[in-house]
């Protein structure tokens, strides 16, 4: 392992992979309560593409290809799954279920200095399922938009969708604006803690930066609140 | 004093490319999690560089990248884009919107240093 490229590091790995590993079967979970249905959660699939993307990026750096070859197969399925190249199937959940666990095991032997296991059966279950094709019109799971080009970025579709739909239940919808500063952020008040405020009082649906009339930066944040609630 | 800003999500990458470039003299890392995050760094201290993974939660590095270049303030502060995505349309992409540099990973710490001594004008 001390020959291993940013071998220093593996601990850090190790300790990053469990935390996303975590994510994902929680992850997983909520997909399998999705399954084969139209409308499928964008943002559930975005962050466990997400999670898979980072595995596999740090697999690379630290010298595990088994890891990283396996890791790009599951994101391959979330790709397919947020293009909606593909749909949110048992067979899908299935392969997904089996990969993470497939990936916690050769990371596990990896850690421990064993032989990893043989992964060609998964990889090929979770090839499979990329590649099968859908029934029936695509389903209405938004891309993970790069964004148009502008000065501002702008709200994704999925974004404005669920802005809308809160609305229409009658839910309030606030549009909370920031200026950060340096004297703010000595005093701890700057987009991550603003963020994680506001996702305690009701769902941040959207954070966007853009440029204010004066030229600075200035952050928007969507916030969703139930009638009742008071003005964040 | 240069300044370099590393955009990753992951905080075990980000160690990672700090440590590959602690040899540059003279240089300081400020680090970001996030999209938002790395417009907030910008938009606080000045900053000569900025490392930046394209797939970032809440804004895409691409949108990062679109933002910075459209700002008077930032838009000549090169960036170089380290991501996983290899292929070629990325790379185009990200250069025509205005990036310096295109890397992917898993990188090689003298491949990135080389970059980065470039960009930085300390070649």
């Known amino acids: 392992m001390g020959n291993a490229p940013f071998s220093e590091f593996l601990d850090d790995y190790f300790a990053e992979c469990e935390e996303h590993l975590a994510a994902v079967r929680r992850g997983v979970l909520d997909l399998e309560a999705s399954a084969g249905q139209a409308h499928t959660d964008s943002g559930l699939i975005n962050d466990l593409f997400r999670r898979f993307h980072s595995l596999k990026g740090l697999s690379g750096m630290v010298g595990f290809e088994d890891a990283e070859g396996l890791a790009h197969e599951l994101e391959n399925y979330l790709r397919s799954l947020r293009e909606g190249k593909a749909r949110v199937t048992p067979a899908g959940v299935d392969a997904l279920i089996v990969g993470t666990r497939a990936m916690e095991q050769v990371i596990a032997a990896h850690r421990e200095g064993q032989g990893t296991p043989n992964l060609e059966p998964v990889l090929a279950q979770l090839r499979g399922v990329t590649a099968a094709p859908i029934d029936g019109p695509p389903p209405s799971s938004p891309q993970a938009a790069e964004g148009p080009s502008g000065g501002g970025v702008p709200l994704k579709p999925d974004q404005e969708r669920e802005l809308a739909a809160a609305a229409a239940q009658g839910r309030k919808v606030w549009k909370v604006e920031f200026t950060p500063s340096q004297e703010l952020n000595a005093r701890g008040l700057n987009v991550n803690t603003l963020r994680a405020e506001l996702q305690q009082q009701g769902q941040l649906v959207a954070a966007l930066p853009f440029i204010g009339a004066g030229g600075g930066v200035v952050f928007r944040f969507f916030l969703v609140t139930d009638p009742a609630a008071p003005p964040p | ?123």
């Open chain 2, 1 to 123: 004093m240069k300044r370099v800003l590393v955009a990753d999500d992951s905080p075990t990458l980000r160690r990672m490319v700090v440590a590959s470039l602690s040899s540059l003299p003279d240089v300081t890392f400020t680090e970001a999690s996030s999209g938002l995050e790395a417009i907030e760094r910008l938009s606080l201290e000045p900053v000569d560089l900025i490392v930046l993974d394209l797939n970032m939660p809440d804004v895409h590095g691409m949108e990062v990248l679109r933002f910075v270049r459209s700002h008077k303030a930032f838009a000549t502060v090169p960036v170089l884009i380290l991501t996983t995505r290899g292929d070629e349309e990325s790379r185009s992409a990200a250069l025509e919107e205005g990036a310096n540099a295109y890397c992917t990973k898993p990188f090689k710490p003298a491949l990135l240093l080389q970059h980065v001594r470039g960009l930085l004008g300390m070649e």
